[in-house]
């Protein structure tokens, strides 16, 4: 696998095991059918226990059943799953950093003995409600909210585009608290068996086919107090949570880069025409060597991040350039690995092509490519460009 700078000796034996434990998970139950998936729209749900007994779901945690794994581990587990599809990083994503960290960092130690090491381990699925039909880029504009009753609170708005909802047993819910001044967002546990509400899938994706996306309906959703999380109240709450994915997906995006040009490689050594392998072409040279320049330097950029997070240095400005460089960097390798593919490359025998698709939705998710160039501008100039 591409390590053009030898990161590889940098890695602790622990590390590597991780890595190399996900690598053979991805390569003996995913990757074989990932591709017939990705055409049928669904994920192989029966591998979410699975993931959990491997460890896949926020191992970075610690306690509740986390195993505290450093952030370079959790980074390459990302890379490994990634480089199989961006739905089955994206399920460890959501059930980690969306939805174990909020009830981790913010939970109560009721909510943390009750979901982590469920969701830790597979047995519940968990979804993260924070984009709306009308606010996306700007959630904090959101209209869902909650208003005290005598017993606790009840809900009512609508969520969309949200990863695992249809499958979730539990959706870490962002509403606006209107019983309090200043109406803050807050994070709410709603078990999705309530009365009121529903998950509705969205079928009609040409991206992250390979995983089960839908919506939140919320009509006069009654949950107890003791369903809030207590620990954060404002924007900060959501947000940091996406910190925590974004780093995930600056890992990821390396992942799926990588494959594209591992596949491209091989297919331009193995691939004749003019009498001989399309590799001994300088054209084909010089995508090659393109590619594994700038997969080198968005890994580089994902390990120095690793290091700043164990510090406790990681600005979430770090974060959005990464995400926002390794996301356009895999996007345009992907297109690139699926050109030298040639006609095979449009077909569901190769990867290049799905990644192509999938990493059309990481571009957008979790702050797209023109947000972080915002959060990027106001770091560096001090001036905030979000409102014309
Ligand atoms: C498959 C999938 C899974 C998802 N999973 C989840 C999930 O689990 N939970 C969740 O809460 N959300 C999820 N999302 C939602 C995702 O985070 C949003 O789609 C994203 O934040 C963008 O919001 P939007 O789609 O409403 O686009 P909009 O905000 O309407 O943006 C449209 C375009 O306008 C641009 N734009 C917006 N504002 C500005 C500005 N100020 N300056 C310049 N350009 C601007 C954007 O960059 C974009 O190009 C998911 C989305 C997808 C596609």
Redesign the pocket.
Known sequence: MLDYVDLEADLSSEEKLIRDTAREFVADKVAPDIGEHYEAGTFPTELIPEMGEMGFFAPNLEGYGSPNVSETAYGLLMQELEACDSGLRSMAS?QGA?VMYPIHAFGSEAQKEEWLPKLGSGEAVG?????EPEH???PSAMETHAERDADGYVLNGA?T???NSPISDVAVVWARDRSSEDEPVRGFLVETDRDGISTNKIDE?F??RA?I?GEIGLNDVRIPEENVLPEVSGMKGPLSCLTQARYGIAWGAVGAARNCFETARQYALDREQFGGPIARFQLQQDKLAEMATQITLAQLLAHRLADLKEAGDLRPQHVSMAKRNNVRMARNQARIAREMLGGNGITADYSPMRHMANLE?VY????????HT?ILGQDLTGIAA??A
């Open positions: 959501v969306l979804c993260f409600g924070l984009t996306g880029s700007n969520k585009w949200i990863t994706k991206s992250l995983s996306t939705t957008t998710y979790e702050g797209t490519h023109d947000i915002l979000y409102e």
